[in-house]
């Protein structure tokens, strides 16, 4: 159905093997039928993430062709209270001084030993804590190589495909945001939301 409705708006579609574990999986297949170039820079818009600013995904990809020595790069943006920092479905990345993912995770991180917990309504303190997206950028060479990789450990605890990376010792250029999360479709709620968003604009343009 997918492949269908995004040939039928003009564009290119393939459908790979339902036996991946993963969207990068996925990508690298991808990358094979259409025959893509080692450097070639890929990016991966989840299909969970129908709200996604096309500014994130230029950024992402920018990122890549900015710096050669760079194979992935992926986006986040501010955390901004307590209950969104405690929700598993938001995953959170912290950061090193230069913009690179320290680590991903489903639980709050950074923990604030002497602040924390909150109270459900609480505002964090802008500027340390990020929200990540489900977008990235890579170098279609580099997923030819992250399909051959055996699932990782915490890549299975947090059921995070990024950590497969960062487990191997490899960099992933982070692009933050100062804007509002875009609304991702993690649950039936969100799905209501995102539909009602989507058939307000079809009533005003119409």
């Given at each position: 159905e997918i492949l269908a409705t995004v040939r039928a708006h003009g564009g290119e579609a393939v459908q790979t093997d339902a036996r991946h574990s993963c969207g990068?999986?996925?990508?690298?297949?991808?990358?094979e039928i259409l025959g893509l170039g080692e450097e070639e820079i890929v990016v991966n818009l989840q299909g969970d993430e129908p709200?996604?600013?096309?500014?994130?995904?230029q950024s992402v990809?920018?990122?890549?062709?900015a710096d050669p020595q760079l194979s992935v790069a992926t986006a986040a943006v501010p955390l901004r209270n307590?209950?969104?920092?405690?929700?598993?479905?938001?995953?959170?990345?912290?950061?090193?001084?230069?913009?690179?993912?320290?680590?991903?995770?489903?639980a709050p991180i950074p923990w604030d030993r002497d602040r924390y917990p909150l109270a459900a309504d609480a505002v964090l303190a802008p500027g340390r804590h990020w929200r990540h997206l489900g977008l990235y950028a890579y170098r279609a060479g580099f997923l030819r190589?992250?399909?051959?990789?055996p699932r990782?450990?915490?890549?299975?605890?947090?059921?995070?495909?990024?950590?497969?990376?960062?487990?191997?010792?490899?960099?992933?250029?982070?692009?933050?945001?100062?804007?509002?999360?875009?609304?991702?479709?993690?649950t039936p709620g969100d799905l209501a939301r995102v539909r009602a968003i989507f058939s307000h604009h079809e009533e005003c343009s119409a």
């Open positions: 990068s999986e996925r990508l690298a297949e991808a990358v709200q996604m600013p096309a500014s994130l995904l990809a920018a990122a890549l062709a307590w209950a969104e920092l405690c929700d598993p479905h938001a995953v959170k990345v912290v950061l090193d001084a230069a913009g690179h993912a320290l680590y991903f995770s489903r190589d992250y399909a051959r990789w990782s450990p915490l890549e299975e605890l947090e059921s995070l495909e990024q950590l497969r990376i960062l487990e191997r010792g490899l960099p992933i250029r982070v692009c933050c945001a100062e804007i509002e999360a875009p609304i991702g479709v993690d």
